[in-house]
């Protein structure tokens, strides 16, 4: 009972949920063709349940009319019966683990790209362009207004006859009845805009139609925003009397709410809060809707830890808490927690992978968990073999290492694993010291506790050579030493004359920083940006050069703006669209030469200290000395790796001191976390 608020039953209308944490509406982008939940859908929601939780809100931003593009998210599409049978089967899978589930309904409004299948005009309560998606719109007629006033009760209908247990209604993240009641999308002067009451009208006409579609017995809950953060938006009082205006016309029975506008790049960033925001940043404006609801108010934002959740229920600051993103980077929280297994909890780190993908158009996937959303394929729980148990050597305890020795002791075989470092973590410890980046070694520390646990034979401050791997007789070498900083790729560039140093030698505090300085990135996702972050911020000069279009410009749609907030604070000088050809010395100055990408002209910067992130180059020394000794020349047969099946040679192995030879990871080529993570997972689930 260390956890009392959280396993107290909540009633939502005729809904008795088991305990008080549920996963909100987001976009899964894992809808079939058309809009239909299939499989995997499915499998996704099913693992939850499995894990205990007490509801899921599926179905982010699904749409109710067929004027807004279907494609670039893949939602649920509520606008057609065919979305019936699917959900039903949803429906029926989760109710047999206990676990209840809604859907989010919407009209995006102006909140959408045109681009895209039906290649609608894009409406909106004015006629005011969006501008994170360049949402060009024309203002709303009467006419539209009554046509999807009532595709909303006919959506509704849809997931009652389904088998639902509830729908959520979208008025956040500046959608079609937000944008109503916003002043600062809203600039009517009919009935439909002007006083609050009549911004309102929209809103209370779509819960009347879906009220009347469900009838009373039915849950129906809303989803807003309590505090839009701009002057000529909705604020917080305004928001208090919203709610408490939805309330008093008895046609709701929850509130769920979340902090920020998001129809700016910069307040986008608030509405997922990434690692760089402080934990649940906005529970206080949840808290101010409480104090004037009657309906019960479900709040999630940054809450990535279940005491943070027992402490905020506990304050009675809202009565349900949403942990998304926690159930994404492990859907057995709950049952962890109620078997007293907190420690085994793979705990959301906030690097907004997920979500950043997700405002790509990709599926959402987790930076640490391979196995959500892959569930058809890849486990969550590993299993014990019920093969010859062998002995298995992991040699580099980054990310993939970690996971490989992790997964592979799961399976009941002998680990050993080599790391040349007094620490495991591997270049995650170097993301973490950039400034606000810190919770990335949240991800060592769970695979750090997890192979001490399961008894994994850690030799840290060990090199291993290929004598050493040998030596104990493996049946299995799984090779994850990972990658060094790539700064030979251009001579020009003077690094082994010292000209230039890597962001490694920097963040690794290897080599101070000097006070003016040149970083040049020519990947563009986060550790170029960081790199000039953990300089800057030591009082030092920077200019951060790019060959792309603007720094930071594959670090995701939540992650940048919070980048661009450092850089104007600290006065970061961003020049995009220049390569560095060479560096040379003068004096006791370093002059880099920049060419620019289109006009081909040249530059010149006198700095003190050249900084470049390139990537990396695979560290291949083991790889190369065991690979003519191994059973597979240490090739993978890709045809059973790509679908998910054994490896076809480890059923050669027979105890003879013949052995398999694998690499993961960065040791490969570059990729990035997830990616470590899932070669290794992939590989040693069959081990």
């Known amino acids: 009972m260390r956890y009392p608020h959280i396993f107290t039953p909540l009633k939502l209308n005729q809904l008795v949920l088991p305990n008080r944490i549920y996963s909100t509406a987001h976009a899964e982008v894992y809808a079939e063709a058309g809009g239909l939940p299939g499989d995997r859908y499915i499998r996704y929601y099913e693992e939850k349940a499995k894990g205990g939780l007490g509801m899921a809100i599926c179905g982010g931003s699904s749409p109710v009319s067929i004027d807004v593009p279907q494609g670039a998210w893949r939602p649920v599409n509520l606008t057609t019966d065919r979305v019936v049978e699917p959900m039903a089967r949803l429906a029926e899978t989760v109710h047999r ?21 039906p290649w609608p005009h894009l409406v909106s309560p004015s006629g005011i362009r969006e501008p994170v998606h360049r949402g060009n719109c024309r203002a709303i007629e009467i006419e539209d207004i009554r046509r999807i006033i009532a595709d909303f009760g006919k959506a509704a209908a849809r997931v009652q006859r389904s088998g639902f247990d509830g729908i959520e209604i979208s008025a956040a993240h ?25 911004r309102m009208r929209f809103g209370i006409e779509v819960l009347r139609a879906v009220r009347e579609a469900v009838g009373r017995d039915f849950c129906v809950g809303i989803r807003m925003c309590a505090d839009e953060f701009h002057d000529n938006g909705i604020d917080h009082e305004v928001a208090k009397e919203i709610a408490a205006a939805l309330c008093d016309t008895d046609l709701i029975d929850f509130i769920s709410v979340i902090g920020s506008g998001a129809d700016t790049h910069n307040t986008l960033a608030n509405c997922m809060p990434p690692m760089a925001l402080p934990p649940e940043p906005f529970v206080h404006l949840a808290a101010g809707l409480k104090s004037v609801a009657s309906v019960p108010i479900l709040h999630a934002q940054g809450i990535r830890d279940i005491t943070q959740a027992e402490r905020i229920l506990a304050a009675g600051e809202v009565d349900m808490v949403g942990m998304t993103r926690a159930h994404i980077a492990d859907p057995h929280i709950m049952l962890k927690v109620r078997e007293g297994r907190e420690a085994e909890i793979r705990q959301c780190v906030g690097s907004n992978f997920c979500i950043d993908r997700m405002y790509t158009g990709a599926d959402a996937l987790c930076i640490q968990s391979p196995a959500t959303s892959r569930e058809a394929t890849m486990p969550h729980v590993i299993e014990r073999t019920r093969g010859p148990k062998r002995k298995i050597v992991v040699v580099g305890a980054g ?9 592979s002791r799961q399976r009941g075989h002998d680990v050993v694993l080599f790391e040349r470092s007094a620490a495991v973590g591997g270049q995650i410890n170097l993301a973490a010291k950039a400034p606000q980046r810190e919770q990335m070694a949240g991800i060592v520390r769970f695979l750090d506790l997890e192979t001490k646990r399961l008894g994994v ?9 290929a004598g050493m791997v ?16 790539n700064l030979d790729q251009e001579p020009a560039w003077g690094a082994t004359e010292g000209l230039s140093v890597s962001a490694w030698d920097i963040l690794s505090e290897r080599i101070a920083p000097a006070e003016n300085v040149l970083v040049y990135d020519a990947i563009s996702t986060h550790a170029g940006f960081g790199v000039a972050d953990f ?7 920077v200019e951060l050069v790019t060959p792309d279009v603007k720094p930071a410009d594959d670090a995701g749609g939540t992650t940048f703006p919070i980048f661009y907030r450092r850089l104007y604070k600290l006065g970061i000088i961003p020049t995009p669209n220049y390569w560095l050809e060479s560096v040379y010395a003068e004096g006791n100055k370093k002059v880099a030469v920049l060419r620019n990408e289109y006009t081909d002209e040249r530059e010149e910067r006198v700095v003190d200290q050249v900084v470049i992130e390139n990537g990396i180059k695979p560290n291949t020394e083991v790889y190369w000395a065991l690979k003519e000794q191994s059973v597979n020349r240490g090739q993978y047969d890709l045809e059973a790796l790509y679908s998910a099946k054994p490896q076809p040679v480890l059923g050669e192995l027979g105890g003879d001191g013949r052995f398999a030879l694998f690499r993961v990871g960065d040791c490969l080529s570059m990729h990035n976390i997830h990616a470590a993570i899932y070669d290794a997972l992939r590989l040693c689930k069959d081990f």
């Not at 919407?106 to 045109?114: F, I, L």
């Not at 034979?457 to 050579?465: E, G, I, M, Q, V």
């Not at 049946?475 to 900083?485: H, S, Y």
């Open 399 to 407: 990310p993939a290492g970690l996971e490989a020795a992790r997964v």
């Open 470 to 485: 040998l030596a104990e007789m493996p049946d299995i070498v799984v090779l994850a030493t990972g990658g060094r900083a």
């Open 535 to 541: 300089i800057a911020s030591r009082g030092a000069t």
């Open 457 to 465: 034979d850690r030799r840290l401050a060990t090199k291993a050579t």
């Open 97 to 117: 683990h206990g676990m209840k589930i809604m859907i989010q309904a919407t009209h995006m409004g102006r909140r959408s790209a045109w681009m895209g299948d």
């Open 174 to 198: 500046q959608q079609l009845i937000d944008q109503f009641w916003s002043p600062r999308s809203n600039v009517r002067t009919d009935e439909w805009g002007g006083s609050l009451e009549n």
